[in-house]
C-alpha cells in the first residue's frame, strides 16, 4: 500500500517561513492535498491538486509537488497557524495520510 | 451553509455493533461521493471509506473490510456507516467529509466529529 512520510514536528519563528514536507514514490505524479487541523476541531482544506487555495484560505500557505516529495509552505507564520497538517493522496480507490506534522510558532 | 453533522457514537463493548450517522444540509447531497474518516485518541487522519453519488459503489479501508458499511439516503440528505464486530482499535473519532466533485479526491468539507468509544 502507498505510505506518506512526514516529519512529526516542524519549529518556526514568528514571521518567517515554514515547510512540512510529505514524502512519498513518485508523489509528484499525484493530486496531493493538505489540511490543517486545531486542537479539538475538524480538519479544514487548506490546499487541494497541489498548490491550489480554497475559497477563504489566506495567500500564505501554498504548495509545491515533484518527484518525492510534495511541500506546503507557510510564509509569515503567525500564532494562529500552529496546528497539525496532513498531506493525503489518493491511490488504489482508498485515500492515503501521512502521519501528520506538528507545527510550533515559536 | 454547507453543513455536515454526525451522530451515533458512544460507549460499546468489544463485539458489539453501532451506527453513525451524518446529517448533510446547505448542499445538493445527491450530487456529491462521501467518506468516513477516523481518528484515533492523540494519533493522525486515516480514511475509511467511500461511497459513490448513488450509494451503488463502495470502498473501504483493509481494516474494517467485511466489518463495516457504507451506505446512504438521498431523500434523508444522510449517510451512514454500520460498524459491527466492534474492536478496541476502532476507537476513535469519526469525520464524515465531502468528496469534491471534479474526481480530485479531496475532502472540501468535514463534520465536527462523532466518538466511539470500544471498552469492556
Known amino acids: 500500500s502507498y505510505e506518506l512520510t512526514q516529519p512529526l514536528s516542524v519549529s518556526v519563528a514568528l514571521g518567517q517561513t515554514a515547510r512540512i514536507t510529505c514524502g512519498g514514490n513518485?508523489?509528484?505524479?499525484?493530486?496531493v492535498h493538505w489540511y490543517q487541523q486545531k486542537p479539538g476541531q475538524a480538519p479544514v482544506l487548506v490546499i487541494y491538486?497541489?498548490?491550489n487555495r480554497p475559497s477563504g484560505i489566506p495567500e500564505q500557505f501554498s504548495g509545491s509537488n515533484s518527484g518525492n516529495t510534495a511541500t506546503l509552505t507557510i510564509s509569515r507564520a503567525q500564532a494562529g497557524d500552529e496546528a497539525d497538517y496532513y498531506c493525503?493522496?489518493?491511490?488504489?480507490?482508498?485515500?492515503?495520510f501521512g502521519g501528520g506534522t506538528k507545527l510550533t510558532v515559536l | 451553509e454547507v453543513q455536515l453533522v454526525e451522530s451515533g457514537g458512544g460507549l460499546v463493548q468489544p463485539g458489539g455493533s453501532l451506527r453513525l450517522s451524518c446529517a448533510a444540509s446547505?448542499?445538493?447531497?445527491?450530487?456529491?461521493?462521501m467518506d468516513w474518516v477516523r481518528q484515533a485518541p492523540g494519533k493522525g487522519l486515516v480514511w475509511v471509506s467511500r461511497?459513490?453519488?448513488?450509494?451503488?459503489?463502495?470502498t473501504y479501508a483493509d481494516s474494517v473490510k467485511g466489518r463495516f458499511t457504507i451506505s446512504r439516503d438521498n431523500a434523508k440528505n444522510t449517510l451512514y456507516m454500520q460498524m459491527n464486530s466492534l474492536r478496541a482499535e476502532d476507537t476513535a473519532v469519526y469525520y464524515c467529509?465531502?468528496?469534491?466533485?471534479?474526481?480530485?479526491?479531496?475532502?472540501?468539507?468535514w463534520g465536527q466529529g462523532t466518538l466511539v468509544t470500544v471498552s469492556s
Open positions: 467529509a465531502r468528496s469534491d466533485r471534479a474526481g480530485y479526491n479531496y475532502f472540501d468539507c
Open positions: 446547505g448542499f445538493t447531497f445527491s450530487s456529491y461521493w
Open positions: 461511497t459513490n453519488s448513488d450509494g451503488s459503489s463502495t
Open positions: 513518485n508523489i509528484g505524479t499525484k493530486n
Open positions: 491538486r497541489d498548490n
Open positions: 493525503q493522496v489518493w491511490d488504489s480507490s482508498t485515500g492515503v
